[in-house]
Each structure stands twice: as C-alpha cells, then as structure tokens.
C-alpha cells in the first residue's frame, strides 16, 4: 500500500532520478514523509528549482499523489499582481498542471497531482510519477520563459497575452 509504504516509496522515486538532480532527499514531515529535490534553473544559471512529490493518504482506499516544483522564489512585491495575471492566461493553455502564485510568498509554484489506487504497485506508481516529474518540467521550462520574461522586463503582459489567445 502505498500510504503505509510512501517513506520506502518516495525512497526508491528518489534514487531512481538522483541523476537528474542535484539534490534528491526525503525528509519527515508532520503530515508524512515529502521527496524533496532540485536542480539548476534553466532561467537563471545562480539559481536552483525545487521539486517535491508527496503521497497523502484519502483513507478512502485511494491516495492522493501530489508533485511541485517551484521555478520563480523571491518575486519583487511590484511584479506579484501582473504575474498573476499572466499567470491566468497562460494556465488555460496547459494541458498538464497549472502555475499558482502565492503572493504571501512571493513565489511561483506548479502543481500537478492525481488520485490513485493505495494498492497500485510501487513500481507503476514509480513510473507514473517519473513521467510525470518530466512532463511537468518541460512544461514549465517552455511556458515559464514566459513567466521569466516579464518579470525581467523583456516580455510585456499584452504579449503573453497575445501568444496565449493565438493557442
């Protein structure tokens, strides 16, 4: 099962893409064990991307598999509203995750989860969650250029605003 399982689980996720990160590690938290990891940023060369991936248990014979990576922290207070609007036009363009700005924060994050079967194999739960690490990476890296744009001054929102209509 894979909530009686996750700390074992996120484990093996872990060193099976160690060699895609630079740092891969599960760490105790209150609510369960999170799989916590990072890698360069393809935005800004001095700055690393975080990743976690976190099995909540539903107590329903299902679970609840919950992936993040944070591409943008430190976000300037005077960019928070229009990176939000930005962010609302690129996210109906997705046809996997969404971008979430918490203000509070002043961070960027993209989620993507799924309910699963607490039965399912660890294996097939590996390769799921695997598939979708990368597919949520390369959709941030394309569609976070974007983001990265405007908050250096090289995109304006009417021009993602254009480039989302035309998709």
Do not use: W
């Amino acid at each position: 099962m894979l909530s009686e399982n996750a700390s074992e689980f996120l484990g093996m996720l872990g060193k099976l893409a160690e060699d895609h990160f630079n740092e891969c590690y599960v760490e105790e938290q209150e609510n369960g064990p999170i799989l916590l990891m990072s890698s360069a940023s393809p935005f800004d060369e001095e700055k690393e991307i975080a990743y976690s991936v976190q099995v909540e248990d539903g107590n329903n014979g299902f679970v609840l598999l919950q992936y993040l990576i944070m591409p943008f922290a430190g976000i300037p207070d005077e960019k928070l509203e229009e990176l939000g609007k930005a962010i609302c036009y690129i996210d109906p363009t997705l046809s996997y995750g969404n971008f979430i700005l918490i203000k509070e924060g002043n961070l960027v994050l993209f989620r993507q989860s799924a309910v699963v079967p607490d039965e399912m194999e660890t294996t097939t739960a590996i390769q799921y969650s695997l598939r979708s690490l990368f597919l949520m990476e390369s959709t941030v890296f394309e569609t976070g250029s974007m983001l990265h744009g405007l908050l250096n001054g090289q995109v304006t929102l009417e021009e993602i605003k254009a480039a989302t209509a035309a998709q």
